[in-house]
Nanobody, 124 residues
Framework: QVQLVESGGGLVQAGGSLRLACAVS????????TGWFRQAPGKEREFVAA????????YYEDSVKGRFTISRDNAKNTVSLQMNSLKPEDTAVYYC?????????????????WGQGTQVTVSS
C-alpha cells in the first residue's frame, strides 16, 4: 500500500522560503505521477505542481510559476516542493498526492493516494 507523509510546513514571512517534502513508501516514486495541491479555508483544493513518472516533466499552476519548484529524489524516494518568494495568498494546507498514468495532473480526483497535509502560513 502506498503511503505519503508530508513535512516541512510552518510559518514564514512574506518573501521567505519553505521546502516541503513528501516521503513515499510502498512504491518506487519514479513509477508514480506525483503532485502537490493546496487548500485554503473555505476554498476548494487546488493544483500547485506535478512531476510525471515518464520523463520527469513538471507542471505548475500559473500563480506559482517561477517561484515554486517540484523535484524528485529517486534514491530517497521523496518528492519535494521548494517554495520561494512566498506570499500571504500561498497560505494553505499543502497535500502531496500520487497515482499512475494520470491523464490530467491538475485534477485531484484522478490521484489515488494522498498525504495528511502540512500547514503553510505566510504572514504579511
Amino acid at each position: 500500500q502506498v503511503q505519503l507523509v508530508e513535512s516541512g510546513g510552518g510559518l514564514v514571512q512574506a518573501g521567505g522560503s519553505l521546502r516541503l517534502a513528501c516521503a513515499v513508501s510502498g512504491r518506487t516514486v519514479s513509477r508514480l505521477d506525483t503532485g502537490w495541491f493546496r487548500q485554503a479555508p473555505g476554498k476548494e483544493r487546488e493544483f500547485v505542481a506535478a512531476i510525471t513518472q515518464i520523463g520527469s516533466i513538471t507542471y505548475y499552476e500559473d500563480s506559482v510559476k517561477g517561484r515554486f519548484t517540484i523535484s524528485r529524489d529517486n534514491a530517497k524516494n521523496t518528492v519535494s516542493l521548494q517554495m520561494n518568494s512566498l506570499k500571504p495568498e500561498d497560505t494553505a494546507v499543502y497535500y502531496c498526492a500520487a497515482g499512475t498514468y494520470i491523464s490530467r495532473l491538475s485534477r485531484p480526483d484522478l490521484y489515488d493516494y494522498w498525504g495528511q497535509g502540512t500547514q503553510v502560513t505566510v504572514s504579511s
